[in-house]
């Protein structure tokens, strides 16, 4: 009866260190739709976003295998968080923008995607890289309802 019991002990301990957690693991930084919409809109008045011909930023696309891969490799594995930095485009640079504002440009501006690890050391892909695979929107913009700035409820 003790091996058995000792036994179905080892499972359990087995089962809940290699079993996901059956909580929400999102709710740390989730936020609602209507609050993200509220945030969207907000942003959208401050660059006057009622003129048709504009060209400031209101999206950054990342592609989600790229990071997948990123994220589930050798280098990945290390990674705790994400930091999202402000940057300019190289275009931007070598065709005489570098140091120069371009306010929120969809031409000038873009995002810098580096991972660190728990320590908050960088954690860089092969051959010292970090990701800059953007595509900015407008210019490149999804179809589908992601077209839409605001999000949609499903």
Avoid: W
Avoid at 93 to 122: P, R
Wanted: glycine share 6%.
């Amino acid at each position: 009866m003790k091996k058995i019991l000792l036994l179905l002990t080892a499972i359990v301990i087995v089962f809940a260190a290699c079993h996901k957690p059956l909580h929400n693991t999102y709710d740390k930084t989730a936020i609602p739709v209507d609050s993200a919409n509220k945030m969207i809109r907000s942003y959208l008045l401050s660059i006057n976003d009622t003129v048709t011909t504009d060209t400031s930023l209101h999206a950054l696309i990342l592609d989600a295998d790229e990071l997948r891969d990123f994220l589930n490799s050798e280098e990945g594995k290390k990674v705790e968080d994400l930091k999202l930095v402000f940057a300019h485009k190289l275009d931007y640079i070598n065709n005489g923008g570098k140091g120069v504002n371009c306010g929120y440009s969809n031409k000038g501006l873009t995002l810098v995607v580096a991972g660190y690890d728990h320590e908050g050391n960088y954690q860089l892909l092969p051959n010292n890289k970090v990701m800059d695979n953007l595509q900015p929107c407008p210019m490149q913009c999804p179809t589908g309802d992601a077209s839409d700035d605001l999000i949609r409820r499903q």
